[in-house]
């Protein structure tokens, strides 16, 4: 009787220990998981990283929860750029499913203060957004105005 039990015990203590063990190996963290902060892993599903550089030294870092429709401008104005700046660069960095980093640029429009409307990407869940200050002026915008057409002409 004694060794049926032992028997029995042991069964149970091996079912209960299979039940537990799931068999599946953990998944280390791919590259694509990473953000392009320099390996930090990316934000949970739903959010995009927003990083604002400006004057200062640090960049200000700040998490962005998605809506139905949430575009490069959005993320523009929730960082808090037009208030603080005249004109912006931003960039979206997205991770491709082969695992690298994407950088589209987006072009700002000084007139209407806004991302022109063919650069305002809608944003994935894991992008990477990039703001920075615009240090240029009206003058250089005519400068480029001017050279332009002649840098085209002087490539010919």
């Known amino acids: 009787m004694d060794a049926v039990r032992r028997s029995t015990c042991g069964w149970i203590v091996l079912g209960v220990i299979a039940a537990l063990e799931t068999g599946c190996a953990p998944i280390p963290?791919?590259?694509a998981s990473l953000s392009a902060a320099g390996g930090t892993p990316?934000?949970?599903r739903g959010t995009v990283v927003v990083e604002l550089h400006g004057g200062g030294k640090n960049p200000k870092i700040l998490e962005m929860p998605l809506g139905e429709s949430t575009?490069?401008?959005d993320a523009v104005v929730h960082s808090g750029a037009l208030r603080?700046?005249?004109r912006v660069h931003a960039s979206v960095v997205r991770a491709t499913p082969e695992g690298r980093r994407h950088k589209m640029d987006c072009e700002f429009d000084v007139s209407s203060r806004r991302i022109k409307a063919e650069y305002d990407y809608a944003l994935m869940p894991g992008d990477y957004v990039i703001?920075?200050?615009d240090d240029t002026t009206m003058?250089?915008?005519m400068f480029h105005s001017f050279t332009g057409p002649m840098q085209r002409m002087?490539?010919?």
């Open 42 to 44: 990316a934000p949970p």
């Open 29 to 31: 963290l791919s590259k």
């Open 84 to 86: 603080k700046f005249r």
């Open 139 to 141: 003058f250089d915008d």
């Open 131 to 133: 703001i920075r200050k």
């Open 71 to 73: 575009h490069v401008q």
């Open 154 to 156: 002087a490539s010919r």
